[in-house]
């Protein structure tokens, strides 16, 4: 069964610009959560989603924005990015819940410049 | 809101000796617990989670978590430490359908000493 899978897996932006990342769940996964991860603030939970619905938000701005498609791929927007959005950035599926297993894919390097 | 505190954000173990992580929880209902491990340029993968069944959890590549609920406590143990153990270590927490997201430590990077 293939694994979680996030494009790309590197991305450099300017401020001000727009960036859309990309999830990819385990076949049959329909939970979707996004975390940021930097050095300074480590792992911090973004979203989830569930059948296409945003179930939780974390403390996050609205320039944050997140959807889910019916096949439960998902996509995480962010807009007027600031040199403080640079981070990784980890998509991971699990069956239903968050408390199910999750797999976590390889990340996105987003680097803003 | 759940979360969770890593007591030691670096712990350095000799080959062949005792792995102690340490992870201290606050949850306002019985929670869910985690630990992951990340190795460089990698995503996270589960070691062990706590759902509320046995208290002694067994987990991958030898690991084990104690769940203590008069501590709230969840440490993380390994009997003898291998080279590559050395990674960065997470302890989560979620409250499940009440909370459904999930709450993660600072991190402990464990070194392993030859």
């Known amino acids: 069964k293939a694994g979680v899978t996030q494009t790309p897996r590197y991305l450099i932006k300017t401020r001000g610009q727009q960036v859309t990342l990309s999830c990819s769940p385990i076949s049959g996964h329909r939970s979707v959560s996004w975390y940021q991860q930097t050095p300074g603030q480590g792992l911090q939970f973004l979203f989830e989603y569930f059948s296409e619905t945003q179930r939780n938000k974390g403390n996050f701005p609205g320039r944050f924005s997140g959807r889910q498609f019916s096949n439960s791929r998902s996509e995480m927007n962010v807009s007027t990015l600031e040199l403080g959005d640079s981070a990784l950035y980890l998509c991971?599926?699990?069956?239903?819940?968050?408390?199910?297993?999750?797999?976590f894919g390889p990340g996105t390097r987003l680097t803003v410049l | 809101a759940q979360s969770v505190t890593q007591l030691g954000s670096h712990v350095s173990v000799s080959e062949g000796a005792l792995v102690l992580l340490r992870c201290n929880y606050s949850s306002s209902v019985p929670p869910y617990l985690f630990w992951y491990v990340q190795y460089p340029n990698q995503g996270l993968q589960l070691l062990l989670k706590?759902?509320?069944?046995?208290?002694l959890v067994k987990g991958i590549n030898g690991f084990e978590a104690e769940f203590k609920k008069s501590e709230t406590s969840f440490h993380l143990t390994k009997p003898s430490a291998h080279m590559s153990d050395a990674a960065e270590y997470f302890c989560a927490v979620s409250e499940g359908e009440n909370n459904n997201d999930m709450r993660f430590g600072a991190g402990t990077r464990l070194t392993v000493k030859p």
């Open positions: 706590y759902t509320s069944a046995a208290t």
């Open positions: 991971a599926s699990s069956f239903a819940e968050v408390t199910d297993t999750q797999y």
